[in-house]
């Protein structure tokens, strides 16, 4: 069984013990579409997590853009961009996940999670899918944004397809890493602070804003070879109608690789601090 609202005494629907994985689908329904109807009271959060997005798009497209020189495939800096904010808004919106858990698990919403039969890996998944709606809603928002300011995909529906995928399939990923920091890090005022600390450069330090060319040999290889960058060398040409080489590839490997070390940690975290 599993719990829709915390605002309210429980109420539960019955899963299907006979069916572990029907039973575990739809513990993370009901656990996503709580966390959806709080941020659907609260749209406060929604306006503020797409008007950061979009910031970046007015300030990079009209104060840097006619700076910057960009790489081949683009044929302008808005069509340039776009690709590298989708990823950094779905990189540092994921912290908002690792916040709502932590507030969770502060407030006592948690212990009354552990009274119910529902897998452990349930209330992370749930929050972690919820993430990746949330995300999905703000990439499409910040998408109007850049057709706005002149970003122009290629009409190439199976590299459309492909990007967003890869883009949703990232946003799963990196929740994880939200979450697992969420478990770690005791001090709940703390953990969005320590999420941006670590994010935050990857999301700058990376091709999203200029070709990684024009930085100096360590910090262009570091730039060249991390997840946010690799996902973004990926979405960039199947927006813009190129040949992205073997980056879709890597990007999935990136995506797997986050997924199958974060989820375990994720989990270990949260059955050590729900023992205490």
Not at 207 to 215: D, I, K, L, N, Y
């Amino acid at each position: 069984m599993t719990v829709l609202s915390s605002a309210a005494p429980p109420r539960v629907i019955a899963v299907p013990s006979s069916n572990p994985l029907l039973g575990f689908f739809l513990e993370v329904c009901v656990l996503a579409k709580r966390y959806l109807i709080h941020l659907r009271r609260q749209p406060q959060q929604l306006m503020f997590a797409t008007a950061q997005p979009a910031l970046f798009v007015l300030m990079f497209r009209f104060v840097f853009g006619g700076a910057i020189k960009i790489g081949a495939g683009a044929t302008n800096y808005a069509s340039y961009l776009m690709p590298g904010i989708f990823i950094q808004s779905v990189t540092l919106g994921a912290m908002t996940i690792g916040v709502r858990l932590a507030e969770d698990m502060h407030s006592g919403l948690i212990d009354r999670f552990r009274s119910l039969p529902i897998s452990r890996a349930a209330v992370l998944t749930g929050h972690t899918t919820a993430g990746l709606l949330r995300n999905l809603f703000v990439v499409c928002i910040v998408f109007v944004v850049g057709l706005a300011v002149g970003f122009r995909p290629a009409l190439d529906p199976l590299g459309w397809l492909a990007a967003i995928a890869l883009i949703l399939g990232f946003t799963f990923a990196i929740s994880w890493v939200a979450v697992t920091i969420a478990l770690y890090v005791s001090n709940l005022e703390a953990v969005e602070m320590a999420g941006l600390t670590l994010l935050m450069p990857l999301t700058f330090v990376s091709s999203a804003f200029v070709p990684t060319q024009s930085m100096p040999g360590p910090l262009r290889w570091f730039a060249e070879h991390q997840p946010v960058s690799v996902v973004i060398d990926a979405v960039r040409p199947l927006f813009l109608g190129t040949d992205p080489g073997p980056y879709p590839y890597l990007a999935l490997l990136w995506i797997v690789g986050i997924v199958a070390v974060f989820s375990p940690l994720a989990v270990r975290g949260y059955l050590r601090a729900t023992s205490k």
